[in-house]
């Protein structure tokens, strides 16, 4: 236990490292600015994968979360003029899917609504068949737990664990303060040990 | 303080922790049993994995992406257009299998027809490409589509729940994106080539006598009215519209999938069927001053040639000498034995 505590101050200064991934954001973003078109294709390529699980994790949807992340470097193409980030650029992609998948629900209730016919195509079974697939492999009751779990909390547990983000970042994406985000995060990791620890009274 | 040690706990995991909060945690685990055995369960439970992965194809993403760049107004390439079977509009779009259907030529004058298959209220998109351009177009279920010159694909605004149909006049590369709950057709004349999710090529001119199916990956079915063939992958059906017959054979990939690379291939190909490509290829016209060259042949890997450097190949190797009027190009030559 300790010994792994020890090791731990060593990864923690890896972690930090992460200052070396932010300066390479910026010399990515700057050539991106000067209309260099291979250093958006070097962002996408970095982002891609991560940014699409985030969305598919929001939204549900395997192909819309394609169609949505690739949308946000379009744009950010388009844009890059004029593009001003000034949290870094890690937070302000997370932040722009988070806010994309907010709409994307928002236009889809507008469309059910106007045109009931449109609905099948959003239910894009086979992929929703895998991940259903994957999450019966956990306990039901895990399962509905984390289905569970009222946002902004379910969105920061995410964060933290899958994207390894730091409070600090995590607070600049959801738009609020650092404390908040380790309450949240307490409380969520808090239930969850009662559900995988019954017994334990803690 | 059990609230203070969670918390230390939860920043060491989420490695926010600072060197002094890292000492008073180890201080609390070594003081005290309770704590030693708390940091084990919250550590197992930091640990599960709960969040399932997905699987995201890059390269795919890649292509939506760069495909959706080349294609918005800012920057200035084209814009897509709809509807209308006026054949000389010119339609941009992209996409990524590849399938070639010949059709039948009185087919395409054939307004109706694509009408036929489909409830008034269906909204038909079509897409034409015309010569001396390639387009690849992404459908809404994700399938990609690689048109080559002269092409014409039609397609419903939505795809229905139970099935997806397209139309495809001239030559294209479908990828198909995998949906087994609705099957893929590409109607070409009188052949239907039906997947669940794959990749193939049809070639399917209306002025080519024949229909030809090749399948780069996955199982395709390609059916018409009297027979019914399964193709796999390096298998190809060609369909001869003046019989109707489905003959099958393994084929040269180079042969049918190269222009899809940017590359046109001939190997001993007619000068008949090689000028026929490069009008295509070019958005030209070749006229041909003796029809002795006509049996003359040319072999050779064009990838991203210019029109002059093709002409120059065909001038050494076969003693083919050439001339430009405007967007023709005269050939003349003694002819070949």
């Known amino acids: 236990m300790i010994s792994e505590l020890e090791e731990y101050k060593s990864s923690n200064q890896i972690k930090n490292s992460s200052i070396d991934n932010d300066e390479e954001d910026r010399l990515l973003l700057l050539k991106l600015k000067q209309n260099n078109r291979s ?17 598919h994790f929001l939204i549900e949807q395997k192909e819309e979360s394609e169609e949505i992340v690739t949308d946000l470097f379009l744009k950010i193409w388009q844009n890059r003029a004029t593009l001003q980030i000034h949290s870094n650029l890690r937070a302000y992609l997370f932040s722009s899917i988070k806010y994309r998948a907010s709409a994307y629900f928002k236009s889809r209730k507008n469309k059910e609504r106007k045109n009931l ?3 099948p195509d959003f239910l894009v079974s086979e992929n929703q068949a895998d991940s259903e697939l994957l999450i019966n492999e956990l306990s039901t009751e895990l399962n509905l737990f984390l289905n569970a779990i009222p946002e902004p909390g379910r969105t920061i547990f ?21 404390k908040t985000v380790e309450n949240h995060l307490l409380l969520v990791v808090k239930k969850l040990k009662s559900i995988i620890f019954p017994n334990s009274n803690a | 303080m059990e609230e203070k040690f969670e918390r230390l706990a939860l920043r060491f995991f989420n490695k926010e922790a600072t060197k002094e909060e890292i000492d008073s945690l180890k201080k609390l685990i070594n003081e005290n049993e309770f704590f030693k055995r708390e940091f084990e369960t919250l550590k197992i439970t930091w640990e599960k994995e709960i969040f399932p992965q997905q699987k995201f194809d890059l390269a795919r993403g890649r292509k939506i992406l760069n495909q959706k760049i080349d294609e918005s107004p800012t920057t200035k390439t084209r814009q897509l257009h709809t509807t209308t079977l006026n054949r000389r509009q010119v339609f941009a779009f992209a996409a990524s299998v590849s399938v070639v259907l010949i059709f039948l030529s009185g087919l395409f004058l054939n307004r109706n027809f694509f009408q036929f298959n489909n409830s008034p209220i269906v909204q038909m998109v079509e897409k034409f490409v015309p010569a001396g351009k390639k387009q690849t177009i992404r459908l809404k279920d994700g399938t990609m589509v690689k048109l080559n010159a002269e092409t014409k694909l039609m397609f419903p605004k939505n795809f229905k729940s139970t099935e997806r149909v397209v139309h495809l006049e001239g030559e294209a590369f ?38 030809k199916v090749s399948v780069a990956t996955g199982k395709v079915e390609v059916k018409n009215k009297n027979n019914k063939v399964h193709l796999i992958p390096g298998e190809q059906v060609i369909f001869s519209k003046q019989d109707a017959s489905l003959i099958e054979k393994p084929f040269n990939y180079k042969q049918e ?33 003796n029809q002795e060259i006509l049996d003359c042949q040319l072999t050779g890997e064009f990838k991203n040639e210019s029109l002059i450097n093709v002409l120059e190949s065909i001038k050494y190797t076969n003693d083919i000498t050439y001339r430009i009027v405007n967007e023709t190009i005269f050939l003349d030559g003694k002819g070949c034995d």
């Open chain 1, 39 to 55: 250093a958006l294709n070097n962002l996408f390529d970095k982002y891609y994968n991560q940014l699409c699980n985030f969305c």
């Open chain 2, 174 to 211: 479908f990828e198909v994106a995998r949906d087994t709950s609705r099957p893929f057709k590409i109607i070409s004349g009188e052949l239907e080539t039906q997947v669940l999710g794959t990749s193939f090529n049809i070639s399917a001119y209306p002025e080519n006598k024949e229909i």
């Open chain 1, 117 to 119: 016919e449109d609905y």
């Open chain 2, 257 to 289: 999938f190269s222009w899809k690379d940017s590359t046109l291939f001939f190997e001993d190909t007619p000068m008949s069927l090689v000028a026929k490509s490069m009008e295509r290829w070019y958005g030209i016209s070749i006229k041909f001053e």
């Open chain 1, 158 to 178: 995410r964060l933290s664990k899958t994207e390894g983000m730091k409070y600090k970042e995590i607070s600049q994406i959801m738009n609020i303060s650092e």
